[in-house]
């Protein structure tokens, strides 16, 4: 399934519910929920959603509605995902720094 987003550098809510399939009150619910949505505030108070946002909406969406995940369990799994990240950032710095060592190069 392609989706044709615009790219742009934020979205209000109206277009992220159009390119989302979502209501505006199950965003607003999620952004409870899910601590990773988080939609700066315009000037006069209106959310606007990076890409980021949107790429974690459609992965709940997706927990949600075609993989039957609780809320709670697709929070689980997102946090268990974000951990996974995380940990492969530190593997790969520890891994340079094993290469430096072996190498004698600590400059």
């Given at each position: 399934?392609?989706?044709?987003?615009?790219?742009?550098?934020?979205?209000?809510?109206?277009?992220v519910?159009?390119?989302?399939?979502?209501?505006?009150?199950?965003?607003?619910?999620?952004?409870?929920?899910?601590?990773?949505?988080?939609?700066?505030?315009?000037?006069?108070?209106?959310?606007?959603?990076?890409?980021?946002?949107?790429?974690?909406?459609?992965?709940?969406?997706?927990?949600?509605?075609?993989?039957?995940?609780?809320?709670?369990?697709?929070?689980?799994?997102?946090m268990?995902?974000?951990?996974?990240?995380?940990?492969?950032?530190?593997?790969?710095?520890?891994?340079e720094?094993?290469?430096?060592?072996?190498?004698?190069?600590?400059?």
């Amino acid at each position: 399934m392609t989706l044709n987003i615009p790219d742009r550098m934020f979205y209000r809510i109206k277009e992220v519910c159009s390119i989302t399939g979502l209501k505006p009150h199950v965003l607003r619910y999620w952004e409870q929920e899910f601590k990773d949505i988080k939609p700066v505030k315009s000037s006069r108070g209106q959310r606007l959603y990076k890409k980021k946002d949107l790429d974690i909406i459609f992965t709940i969406k997706r927990l949600l509605y075609e993989q039957r995940y609780t809320i709670d369990g697709a929070r689980k799994y997102m946090m268990s995902k974000k951990n996974m990240l995380v940990l492969g950032q530190i593997k790969d710095e520890l891994t340079e720094v094993v290469e430096m060592l072996k190498k004698g190069d600590l400059s």
